[in-house]
């Protein structure tokens, strides 16, 4: 792979940390740096730890691995969005979907990641034959999506203070249609 695929790659498994810490930052309606550096951390280390997983189970599991981890990234994004439709809806002020709970954070780095495990597998057998040559890869990776994180944050957090709106609902629709294009281009791949 060249320099130049990686950072496409890298931008590409980066743009669903980006698009989840908007709706977050519309939520927030505010820049709080310490969340969004939070967000930014764990998104980054799971993106770039995810490939490498995937390219050390690659010989073993590959074939177990892709059977499903479309539909994990699909349930754990549904789970998350379907909770924040509801509480849209709910008279209740306790809400799931709080970005500034490290829970939340850690289940979105995970949902957003599950798609680099992926690339890990594909790592595998285009080239990368030790750890050392992934060195490179996994930390443009990590880099990228730790810089879109923190920018989708703050984009969010601007738009969301501006125009004075809760996005519950919207953020909600966001993540089940993140997890549909996953499982869609999953399936659509099989076909």
């Excluded at 930052?25 to 770039?48: D, E, P």
Aim: proline letters at 2%; a positive charge; aromatic letters at 12%.
């Amino acid at each position: 792979m060249s320099s130049i695929e990686i950072w496409l790659l890298a931008v590409s498994v980066a743009i669903d940390c980006f698009t989840v810490t908007v709706t977050s930052g519309i939520i927030l309606h505010q820049i709080r740096w310490g969340i969004f550096l939070k967000m930014a951390f764990f998104f980054g280390l799971f993106q770039a730890m995810m490939p490498l997983l995937g390219w050390a189970c690659a010989f073993k599991f590959s074939e177990h691995i892709e059977a499903y981890d479309h539909w994990i990234a699909f349930g754990l994004l549904a789970y998350i969005g379907i909770r924040m439709i509801k509480e849209q809806f709910s008279k209740s002020e306790s809400h799931i979907f709080d970005p500034t709970r490290l829970k939340v954070i850690l289940i979105l780095a995970v949902a957003t990641s599950i798609d680099a495990l992926a690339v890990g597998i594909s790592f595998a057998f285009t080239g990368f034959k030790s750890i050392s040559s992934l060195g490179s890869p996994l930390l443009i990776i990590g880099l990228t999506s730790f810089a879109l994180t923190l920018t989708g944050g703050i984009i969010g957090a601007c738009f969301g203070k501006r125009f004075n709106l809760r996005f519950e609902l919207l953020g909600g629709v966001i993540l089940i249609g993140i997890g549909l294009k996953i499982l869609i281009e999953h399936i659509s791949n099989q076909v």
